[in-house]
């Protein structure tokens, strides 16, 4: 029988957590889990953040990151224990057989070598080929993954080379010493949606080219099941559930994962187009103090009250700072905000009570957005004191109301934001927008930092919470599930102006214009075969033109 | 309730010891300041506790009213250089524009020469008095309190949460003490210790280059300077005051570093 | 085009040069409109009223400030520093041979410091966490607790009194070797170098620390390079300017460590010549120093700047 090329047993990871004020403990981050991976194939592990993922990847270069210690298990890298390797014969592995591509290449490539250099680094430190050979090698795989100008890209600095391209540099880093394994860490998770799609077909080809075993670690199970022939699902640092693509894409077995599949399925029917706008922005320009060109060029959109207009973007977009116009951060230079039926003034200090109450904000980092001194009580006590003059017993009672309405219940008045968890935080931060009672309450990204299923969560309570008091939403997101999910209106903007704007059904429905069309193609879909089916479609398209 | 580990009680042990020694040193000190009560560099003895110093006077008791001026200046100095920069410093965070200019490119300019040097080019012509000494000491550090509390300042200024307050229509006191102060003030009050060591120290070399504090008036860069000779016949008078700022700037340097890791650990750093 | 490091490098030397000028105007203000009257505490209390108009006309008193900034800088640039009023002695002239005697003992300091600090530094991070680090942190603290003159008698008591080791006095003269000089200033190297070395060991630890945590030297142990090749070949580079910034403000730091060792070991330099002529209240001779004081602060700042711009590759490979 062939050894598998990766097999851990009973693996075990712990770290010491150092909590304040007391002694130093254990935390176990991956406890039991088991997984073997053939030669040629691709394991993909999914879960979210904390659920040992890239624990367990770099587990299999025998590196923990930071205090983390292996501390149980067998690791066997064709057929050998890597546990009981010595450092040399550790890095003879690393870099070598077992090679990584990481989150942020941005950040792992050293900001004072040549691309060039860095690539062809463990080929010549493994004494694997001569430069010439490894240099002709990365020029190859530079080719293969779509890179322009492979030739001499690999003479730039990191910080001469866009991100998506350094992404792809970093797959060639990897793949350059014709390594048995790599593993992807999240390598596509810091791009744009059109970016993101480019260089996963890139790491599609270069995989099934090279013939190379991969482990790819990701959040997303609709990236996932485009690349990866098995699937493990995390969950806390245990395995939920393993399986192949297929099944656990279409039937998969556990709750959790029925779960993270039907994630982004929220399907919400688009209200009628009745109502009076509560919001018109008309033909807004705007730039940044001291810079030369618009970010913002002839914005005009038009919100209904109680509904939801999803602005959708990359970044650079503009999406951004159309809400900082709209809520007096950024004074236009030209085009007017019209809310409520009163002409909004462009700058902050001008406005009135009303019209700041009336207009509530929630951020994306739910962290930054609260001040980590103050307890729940005052985090949303403070609108209600501020502009409806309510203390003691009556704000007390006031808060408690809108933290029912939030779903979170008794107990949590006298908190801090440190000692919630990530939807708790965000969801306390929609009740201090609610807390003021606004007409419209704009929402910058707030589900994106987000586990899916805790996104879901909020997403359900904005619906439930439009339904009640009748708000409008001016939804920012780069994401177009969550468009789905939520709008009534999309407005699509590229590079400051808005190339497509109407109803959801309009917006989302062909003929589109080039910019929506590559969009909505980018946006991974959670069935099998879609990656390939988009790449075909695109590659037959810039043959008919 | 937060344990204090023990570096940081010795080093609240210690620094109370020196305060209260401060305050009531009237009171403590066995022999007057100025009273001359035996031969010049009398040793250790059940009398004299510490021995006499370079013209008679009780060693022990020069060195608790020295250390009451030294402590009395250094730390009149720190409240200045702090209530000064401090506000300053807040004031051009929040104010941003022509305001945060002239006051950053001030302090720039006042920085770009060594503060020892621009005490001594003040103190030459200035009458060396301790209102003076005080006021130089802290409007010269002043400059350092601005800068890292500017900086604290404009981090949390950036925040979402002081963006939130802002939208909310919340006026520029409310940002600056509801806001922006709580979340500033760990690191502010870990900062004052270190400058109030640096205060000591300053002081003390002032006194001891003979253009600080002024005899008959003690102090401890004043006792080293009188005693300084009696080194080279092997007596150690000049060194008692050594021990004294030693151990109390190392005391307060273990009070701020916990003042410190506490606040680090309140943001979800890592403590310990 | 004008590459950015060029122009960045050119900005910071006018910003250095514009610093000098505004310093020059700080230290005339400081010493000659503040309430203070020089030829009052030359003369003293006593003085008749005719001495002191006589004096102040002498000095050039009675023309409008200005007039005097520019009298005085013009000719400071020209190498003109004034006499000192309390000897009538040339300013320029006594100052040479003292500015030498300083540079002296402060580069035989930095020479010493630059490399042990360094070293230090790299042995803290090897074994960060654990005992060296623990013992240097510590030594390391305490030399930094407690002030420059202090450090001296201590050391002055230990090596020279008790041990009999080296002089307690650092005297030079023109006639000596340079074998003569260097154990004349042991005793003042020897505690410079402990002043700083604490500072800039510290910072130095730091600096590394802050490099060998980025990614991209995670990047480099995860490709199974030897540690010394991911030191030298990855850590290094990212190091260098970070750690010679540290060792830059040090040595302006030790400039003013300077003025307090010279008096303690009574060593004819700049520093001394300082003090004595601040207590003297000689205002030309403390303004002509604090010009040299703070040029030379300035000076190693500005250095500092230009270096880290030169080692920063964003700078150097635009986009």
């Known amino acids: 029988m062939v050894e598998p090329l990766l097999d851990i047993k009973g693996l075990k990871i712990e770290a010491t957590s150092y909590p304040p004020g007391e002694a130093p403990r254990n935390v176990t981050i991956v406890d039991g889990v088991s997984l073997t991976l053939e030669q040629g194939c691709v394991l993909g592990l999914i879960g979210e953040s904390g659920a040992g993922k890239s624990t367990i990847g770099l587990s299999a270069m025998c590196y923990g990151r930071g205090g983390v210690r292996i501390t149980g298990g067998v690791i066997k890298l064709a057929g050998r224990d890597i546990r009981e390797a010595s450092a040399l014969g550790l890095r003879g592995l690393r870099g070598h057989e077992v090679t990584y591509v990481a989150q942020s290449a941005a950040a792992a490539f050293n900001p004072a070598k040549k691309l060039m250099e860095q690539v062809i680094e463990t080929s010549l430190t493994h004494g694997l080929m001569t430069k010439a050979e490894a240099e002709a090698r990365a020029v190859v795989l530079f080719g293969k993954l779509g890179l322009p100008n492979p030739e001499t890209i690999g003479n730039r600095y990191p910080h001469q080379v866009s991100g998506g391209q350094l992404q792809r540099v970093m797959t060639a880093m990897a793949l350059c010493p014709k390594p048995d394994l790599v593993i992807f860490d999240e390598p596509t998770t810091a791009l744009d949606v059109t970016t993101q799609i480019e260089v996963l077909a890139a790491i599609k080809e270069a995989i099934r080219d090279t013939g190379v075993a991969a482990l790819y670690i990701t959040h997303d199970l609709a990236v996932v099941a485009q690349v990866s022939d098995h699937i493990m699902v995390l969950r806390g640092g245990k395995m939920v559930e393993y399986g192949t693509v297929q099944q656990i894409i279409e039937e998969p077995r556990e709750e959790y994962t029925r779960a993270l599949v039907s994630v982004r399925s929220i399907d919400h029917a688009e209200k009628a187009d009745g109502s009076a706008a509560v919001l018109s922005v008309k033909g807004i320009t705007a730039r940044y103090r001291g810079t030369r060109f618009d970010v913002l060029s002839d914005v005009t959109v038009d919100l209904p009250a109680g509904q939801t207009l999803a602005v959708v973007g990359e970044s650079g977009s503009g999406k951004s700072t159309l809400a900082r116009v709209i809520t007096g951060l950024l004074p236009p230079s030209g085009g007017e905000v019209v809310f409520a039926g009163r002409t909004l003034s462009g700058a902050l200090a001008q406005r009135s009570k009303d019209d700041l109450r009336e207009l509530q904000m929630i951020y994306q980092m739910a962290d930054v957005a609260m001040n980590p001194r103050q307890s729940v009580g005052t985090i949303i006590g403070r609108p209600l004191e501020f502009y409806f003059g309510l203390r003691g017993e009556a704000r007390r009672k006031r808060v408690q109301e809108l933290l029912d309405q939030i779903e979170m219940g008794k107990g949590f008045l006298d908190r801090y934001p440190a000692e919630l968890s990530g939807g708790q935080k965000q969801r306390v931060c929609i009740a201090r927008a609610l807390a003021a009672k606004p007409k419209l309450i704009i929402c910058d990204e707030v589900t994106s930092a987000l586990d899916p299923l805790v996104a879901d969560g909020i997403l359900k309570l904005l619906l439930n919470l439009q339904a009640q008091e009748g708000v409008a939403y001016l939804f920012i997101t780069h994401d177009l599930a969550t468009v789905r999910a939520i709008a009534d209106r999309i407005a699509v903007m590229y590079r400051g102006r808005v190339v497509r704007y109407g109803t959801k059904t309009e917006v989302l429905s062909p003929p589109f214009d080039d910019y929506t069309d590559l969009l909505l193609s980018s946006v991974p879909e959670m069935k099998l075969g879609w990656l390939e089916n988009v790449i075909a479609t695109r590659k037959m398209e810039s043959a008919g033109n | 309730m937060m344990r204090i580990p023990l570096a940081a009680m010795i080093g609240l042990f210690f620094t109370a010891l020196y305060f209260l020694g401060a305050i009531f040193a009237g009171w403590i000190a066995p022999y007057g300041m100025a009273e001359i009560v035996g031969d010049s560099w009398e040793p250790w003895s059940a009398t004299h506790l510490l021995g006499t110093d370079s013209i008679g006077r009780d060693l022990l008791s020069r060195m608790i009213f020295g250390g009451q001026t030294t402590i009395f200046v250094a730390a009149a100095a720190t409240v200045l250089s702090f209530t000064l920069g401090s506000s300053l410093g807040f004031l051009a965070a929040v104010r941003g524009g022509w305001v945060d200019q002239l006051l950053s490119r001030g302090v720039d300019l006042v920085m770009s020469i060594p503060s020892l040097i621009s005490a001594l080019v003040v103190l030459s012509v200035m009458p060396v008095t301790l209102p003076i000494l005080i006021l130089v000491m802290g409007l010269l550090d002043a400059t350092r309190v601005f800068r890292l509390s500017r900086a604290v300042a404009v981090d949390i200024t950036v925040m979402d949460y002081v963006e939130a307050a802002r939208l909310r229509g919340e006026r520029q006191l409310w940002i600056i003490f509801r806001e922006i102060l709580p979340n500033a003030l760990s690191p502010l009050i870990a900062e004052m210790g270190l400058r109030f060591i640096f205060m000591v120290l300053f002081i003390s070399t002032l006194s001891f280059l003979g253009l600080g504090i002024q005899p008959p008036l003690a102090d401890w860069g004043g006792i080293v300077k009188e005693n300084k000779e009696g080194i080279v016949y092997g007596i150690p008078a000049a060194l008692i005051p050594a021990f004294a700022i030693a151990t109390l700037a190392i005391s307060v340097n273990l009070v701020a570093d916990w003042v410190l890791t506490r606040t680090t650990s309140l943001k979800g750093g890592r403590g310990g | ?319």
């Not at chain 3, 005793?187 to 410079?192: I, W």
């Not at chain 3, 991209?216 to 142990?221: G, H, K, S």
């Not at chain 3, 990212?238 to 030790?254: E, S």
């Open chain 3, 1 to 319: 085009m004008v590459h950015p490091v060029i122009k960045l490098v050119a900005q910071r030397l006018a910003l250095g040069l514009l610093l000098l000028l505004a310093a020059s105007v700080l230290i005339f203000v400081g010493t000659q409109i503040l309430p203070g009257d020089v030829a009052q505490s030359i003369l003293g209390q006593s003085a008749t009223p005719e001495s002191l108009a006589n004096l102040r006309a002498e000095l050039g008193l009675n023309d409008p400030p200005v007039t005097r900034y520019f009298n005085w800088l013009l000719a400071a640039m020209q190498g003109d520093l004034g006499t000192a009023l309390t000897n009538g002695q040339d300013i320029a002239q006594a100052m040479g041979k003292r500015l030498g005697n300083t540079l002296f003992l402060a580069a035989t300091a930095a020479v010493i410091a630059v490399p042990l600090a360094i070293l230090l530094g790299l042995i803290a991070v090897r074994y960060q966490g654990r005992w060296p680090d623990k013992v240097i942190s510590t030594v390391t603290l305490a030399t930094v607790s407690v002030p420059e003159f202090l450090l001296g008698y201590i050391l002055v008591y230990l090596l020279s009194v008790k041990l009999r080791l080296f002089p307690s006095l650092a005297t030079i003269y023109d006639t000596m070797s340079l074998g003569e000089k260097l154990y004349a200033i042991s005793m003042p190297t020897l505690v410079l170098v402990l002043v700083v070395l604490g500072h800039m060991m510290r910072m130095t630890r730091a600096a590394i620390l802050n490099v060998m945590q980025s990614a991209y030297v995670e990047t480099a142990e995860l490709k199974g390079l030897r540690p010394f090749t991911i030191i030298a070949r990855h850590a290094f580079p990212n190091a260098i300017a970070p750690v010679v910034n540290v060792v830059m403000l040090n040595l302006a730091y030790l400039v003013v460590g300077v003025v307090v060792v010279e008096v303690v070991f009574v060593y004819p330099g700049m520093g001394q010549y300082l003090v004595d002529h601040v207590s003297k209240r000689d205002v030309p001779v403390v303004q002509a120093c604090g010009l040299v004081f703070a040029a030379v602060y300035i000076g190693l700042n500005i250095l500092a700047d230009v270096i880290s711009i030169l080692a920063n590759p964003r700078l150097r490979h635009p986009k």
